[in-house]
């Protein structure tokens, strides 16, 4: 079993949707859960970065961590053919001796259709 | 202010090959990490180095190799090539540990 399972898809949905990706997690030790986007052929980049269990939002973006659940979630509002990518997670637990090692999901590709 | 640099961006290389690929962390960025991406998956956790020090391993061969230098810029050195080494390899660098992680473009390596 993996650590970190993520649907792959791809998930295709209309312009403006409300778009709602998932991870699922089996190590209780993550604290920190990180939500990045990829485009093909280019880095991750940082959406969102979370410590603990809660809610945040930036924009069109909310990420949710609930930790009894092991589960964690991005949602996406008014989406935009812009969006369209591969969405990671990303989680790491506490090392400690300054180690940062971020496991991933295999990614969810998202195609938003205008 | 500059994001992640890696060095080459592409790069193709024939079995039994040896590869270098470079990386220049954030601005007063300390660690940095690397992490191999294969085609249709997340990234996988090479090595971590912070301060010049070793502070993580992943599951990769001895093949594999590391280092940072005091201007806290990193080398990923890889030995022998084999098929299977075809992959985006990506960098990232943090302030410190536990902090938001900030990836590279990565570069793109074809064994063939």
């Known amino acids: 079993q993996k650590e970190v399972e993520q649907d792959p898809g791809p998930l295709s949905v209309p312009e403006g949707a409300i778009v709602s990706l998932n991870c699922t997690y089996s190590n209780s030790a993550f604290q920190y859960f990180m939500w990045y986007r990829q485009y093909s052929r280019k880095g991750p980049e940082l959406l969102m970065y979370t410590y603990s269990s809660g809610n945040k939002e930036d924009g069109r973006f909310t990420a949710q961590v609930d930790k009894s659940s092991k589960y964690i979630s991005l949602f996406i509002r008014d989406s935009q053919p812009s969006d369209s990518a591969t969405y990671l997670c990303?989680?790491?637990?506490?090392?400690?001796?300054?180690?940062?090692?971020?496991?991933f999901g295999t990614g969810t590709l998202l195609a938003v259709q205008p | 202010d500059a994001g992640v640099t890696q060095s080459p961006t592409h790069l193709i290389k024939t079995r039994g090959q040896h590869v270098t690929l470079r990386c220049s962390p954030i601005?007063?960025?300390?660690?940095v990490s690397w992490y191999q991406q294969v085609l249709g998956q997340g990234p996988q956790f090479i090595f971590q180095y912070y301060e010049k020090e070793e502070r993580g391993r992943g599951n990769f061969p001895d093949r594999f190799s590391a280092r940072q230098f005091p201007n806290y810029s990193s080398e990923l050195n890889v030995n022998a090539l084999l098929l299977g080494d075809s992959a985006l390899y990506l960098c990232?660098?943090?302030?410190?540990?536990?902090?938001?992680?900030?990836f590279g473009q990565g570069t793109r390596l074809t064994v063939v």
């Open positions: 990232a660098s943090n302030s410190d540990s536990n902090t938001e992680a900030f």
């Open positions: 990303a989680m790491s637990a506490d090392y400690g001796g300054a180690t940062n090692k971020l496991i």
């Open positions: 601005s007063g960025h300390k660690s």
